[in-house]
């Protein structure tokens, strides 16, 4: 009899434990509370710019009399009722390793009076962007409101 009691509360011991710890976890979790917020999932027409009136300047110096130090040009909302642009990123060759944005001030946006065209104007002389006969440049532009 005794054998068998003793084996019974080498039973009984580790269930109780895992009940007790169970019970202890359960109201734990119970007490945590999330505070009420919002998601949600939406979609929408990205219409995106028309890029017009590029200009380049040069630095006319005599060690790199062909090196881009300015770019100038004209955003205009693709769609009619599209809203004015206030942040441009601007880069050479698809090398976006080397970018001039407004994020970094390199980049001043104008707006143009009665229209939600910008002028924008890029300071890119950090990107080391050579002209010339045979150099030849894309300008990638990107741009959002």
Known sequence: MRLMHSKLGRLIAPVALTVALGGSAYAFMASNTVDESSAGVGSGTITGY???NVQYTLSGTANNPSQITNVSFTLSPADSGGSAADSVAVWFDGNTANVASTA???????????SSNVNVSCNVSSLNQQAGPNAAIQLDVAAAH
Do not use: K, R, Y
């Not at 970094?104 to 707006?111: D, K, L, R, Y």
């Open 104 to 114: 970094n001030s390199e980049c001043t946006i104008t707006q143009v009076s009665n």
């Open 50 to 52: 028309t890029v017009s």
